[in-house]
C-alpha cells in the first residue's frame, strides 16, 4: 500500500509539473502587445544614418586594429560595428539573396539608409570547392552577372557594399550548403576530415579549410573596406564537445595565414557552444602574429541558454540574463580586455511574449555596454523554397524597411556613444 500511494503521488507530482511546462511554454508563445514607444516609432519616417559612423566618413582613418575592449582606427577613434546579416552564399543556391529582386547597388544603398555600417556575409565552403554558374534567374535583377561563377557574384555583392561605404566581414559559416545550424556532425567544425567518407557530402580538412580562406580572401586583399574575416560560424562539436583550446589553435592558425595576406585585417573568432561560449578566452586567448588583430564574437537568441540552469534566455529575468552574459563573454567588454561582436541575434516581427522577453533584455544590456552588433538578418526570404524570413528587416521587395520595436531598439543603440 506504502508503495502504491508513493507511486501514486509520483505520478501526480510528475502530471502537476508538466501542466506547469505546459502554461509556462503557452505563456511565452502568447501574442506581444508592442509598447507606445514601438508603435510612434513605427508611425514616423526612419531616422537618417549617422554618416559619421560608416568607414567612408572622414572621421576615420584606416586599417583598424584593437585597443582593449574596442576596434579602434589608425588615430585611436573607436569603430563600433553596427552591423547586419546578409545571408545566401551560405545556402543551397549559393548567392545572396534579393539579387532576383533588385540590383546589388540598390540593396547596399539600402543597407546604409538602415544605418547599419558593415555587413557580416556568409559563404559556405562548398561554394568555393564547387564554384558553379549561377542560375541566371537568381540574378534576375543583375543581368551583368548572368553566367558568371558563385565566387565572382559573391565579390561583386562585396564591391557594391564596400562602394557605398559599407564595411564587409566574411564569414565561412558552413562546410556543405545549407541553412544552418543543424545536427549534421559534418558542419560542426571547420575540419570534418576524421568523419567516415561516406558521411559527409562536402569533406575538408584543417588544411582545406584555411586554403578555401585563401581564395576567398586573395580576391579582396586590394579592398580597404574588407575590414576582417570571421572564422566559423557557430563550432560545437558532436553534442557541443568541441573544447576551446582546439578551435583556439585552429583559429590562430587560420589567422595567422590570411595576414600574411593583409596584416590589417581582423580576425574574428567566434566562441564555442553555437557561439555562446567565450568563457576559455579568459585561461587561453587567442594570440596572432600581428598583434592587436582579434575580435571575438558571441551569438544570442530566445532559445540559447538551453539545458543550463537557469534555462533559455525567452524567460529568464533581467538579472539571470546578465550573470549569462558576463559568464559568457561580457566580462571580456566590461573589463577592457577585448572585443567582443555580438555577430548574430534576432527576433520576429510578431514575437510572442517569451521573444520579446529576451529582446528586452539583450538590447537593454547591449545599450548599457554600447556593444559591438550584427543582426541576423536583412533577408526577407529564406533560399530554401522561398520561406519567409520572420527575423527580417525588409519586406519582399528588399527596400520596404520593417519599421518596428526591433529597428528601433538598434537605431538607439548605433546612435550611442556618438554625441
Not at 510528475?14 to 503557452?26: I, P, S
Not at 562602394?163 to 575540419?191: F, K, L, R
Not at 526591433?406 to 546612435?415: A, P
Request: glycine content about 8%; aromatic content about 10%; hydrophobic content about 40%.
Amino acid at each position: 500500500m506504502i508503495v502504491l500511494l508513493f507511486t501514486v503521488a509520483a505520478l501526480g507530482a510528475a502530471a502537476l509539473y508538466l501542466v506547469h511546462l505546459y502554461r509556462a511554454e503557452t505563456r511565452l508563445q502568447r501574442p506581444w502587445t508592442p509598447d507606445p514607444a514601438s508603435r510612434l516609432f513605427a508611425q514616423r519616417p526612419l531616422p537618417p544614418p549617422l554618416d559619421e559612423t560608416f568607414l567612408s566618413s572622414p572621421n576615420y582613418t584606416l586599417p583598424l586594429r584593437t585597443r582593449g575592449r574596442d576596434v579602434v582606427d589608425a588615430r585611436g577613434r573607436r569603430f563600433k560595428l553596427a552591423s547586419v546579416n546578409w545571408y545566401g552564399a551560405s545556402d543551397e543556391l549559393l548567392v545572396p539573396g534579393g539579387l532576383d529582386v533588385r540590383h546589388r547597388r540598390d540593396i547596399a544603398r539600402t543597407v546604409r539608409r538602415l544605418g547599419f555600417n558593415s555587413v557580416r556575409l556568409p559563404y559556405a565552403d562548398e561554394m568555393v570547392v564547387t564554384n558553379p554558374p549561377v542560375d541566371e534567374r537568381l540574378v534576375r535583377a543583375n543581368p551583368d552577372l548572368a553566367g558568371r561563377r558563385a565566387l565572382d557574384v559573391y565579390v561583386a555583392v562585396i564591391e557594391a557594399l564596400t562602394d557605398e561605404g559599407v564595411a564587409v566581414i566574411v564569414n565561412n559559416h558552413i562546410t556543405s550548403a545549407t541553412w544552418c545550424c543543424g545536427a549534421d556532425p559534418c558542419d560542426a567544425g571547420w575540419a570534418n576530415d576524421h568523419l567516415p567518407s561516406l558521411l559527409c557530402r562536402v569533406r575538408q580538412t584543417e588544411e582545406e579549410w584555411i586554403q578555401h580562406w585563401e581564395e576567398v580572401m586573395g580576391r579582396l586583399v586590394g579592398n580597404p573596406l574588407v575590414i576582417g574575416a570571421d572564422l566559423r560560424n557557430e563550432v560545437r562539436g558532436l553534442w557541443g564537445t568541441m573544447p576551446w583550446e582546439r578551435w583556439a589553435a585552429a583559429a590562430e592558425k587560420a589567422g595567422n595565414r590570411l595576414l600574411k595576406l593583409n596584416r590589417d585585417w581582423l580576425i574574428v573568432v567566434g566562441g564555442t557552444e553555437s557561439q555562446n561560449d567565450l568563457s576559455g578566452v579568459a585561461r587561453r586567448p587567442v594570440v596572432l602574429d600581428v598583434p592587436n588583430r582579434v575580435v571575438y564574437s558571441a551569438h544570442v537568441y530566445s532559445w540559447s541558454g538551453w539545458g543550463s540552469l537557469g534555462g533559455r534566455y525567452a524567460k529568464r529575468t533581467y538579472a539571470s540574463f546578465v550573470r549569462s552574459m558576463r559568464d559568457n563573454w561580457a566580462y571580456l567588454v566590461e573589463g577592457g580586455i577585448a572585443p567582443v561582436w555580438v555577430g548574430e541575434f534576432g527576433a520576429p516581427a510578431h514575437p510572442g511574449e517569451g521573444d520579446a522577453n529576451y529582446w528586452r533584455n539583450l538590447l537593454r544590456y547591449l545599450k548599457t555596454v554600447d556593444a559591438d552588433f550584427g543582426y541576423w538578418a536583412i533577408n526577407p526570404r529564406k533560399p530554401h523554397n522561398n520561406e519567409e524570413e520572420t527575423y527580417s528587416l525588409l519586406e519582399d521587395d528588399w527596400a520596404t524597411p520593417v519599421l518596428d520595436y526591433r529597428m528601433k531598439d538598434m537605431t538607439e543603440l548605433m546612435q550611442a556613444g556618438t554625441t
